[in-house]
């Protein structure tokens, strides 16, 4: 699991936006419901493009399936779009708010789309779970 920047501040940043559960706790509830599934989930965070590219392209070494939130970088990145268009395992892009919902027109394009297999928007950190069903293979959202 890999989130973008500023969400290290889930719980302080614009929580009537965001929620209140911490980075934290989502890294903690994410490894609890991945086990609970048979899956082993890691979680990171950073706020470095280039840290999130490098984690992408691991990812697309191994064959790691990954649920995705990056953040802003979601709207603009095409150094994010050409390191999703290289996974092979499922990419399952996640949301806290529903971005195409939002006022801010730039908010509604994602360069992730394209490459994900779901996208799951706008159900706060369940969708976190939700992307893990659907790696799983279970019910989805
Ligand atoms: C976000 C939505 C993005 O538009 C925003 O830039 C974020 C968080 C979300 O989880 O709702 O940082 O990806």
New binding site residues.
């Given amino acids: 699991m890999l989130n973008?920047?500023?969400?290290g501040r889930l719980g302080r940043r614009q929580p009537e936006?965001?929620g209140t559960t911490t980075h934290v706790e989502l890294a903690q509830l994410c490894v609890a419901w991945g086990a609970e599934r048979g899956l082993e989930v890691e979680v990171r965070q950073t706020n470095h493009e280039g840290v999130l590219v490098d984690w992408l392209n691991t990812a697309a070494d191994d064959a790691t399936p990954v649920v995705l939130?990056?953040?802003?970088w979601?709207?603009y990145s095409y150094a994010v779009f050409d390191a999703c268009a290289q996974l092979v395992a499922p990419l399952v892009e996640?949301?806290?708010?529903?971005?195409r919902a939002?006022p801010?027109e730039?908010?509604h394009h994602s360069v992730v789309t394209p490459h994900a297999v779901e996208v799951i928007?706008?159900h706060g950190v369940e969708g976190y779970r939700m992307a893990l069903d659907v790696l799983a293979g279970g019910v989805g959202p």
């Fill in positions: 973008g920047p500023n969400l936006i965001y939130n990056a953040a802003a979601t709207h996640v949301h806290l708010s529903d971005p939002r801010e730039f908010r928007a706008g």
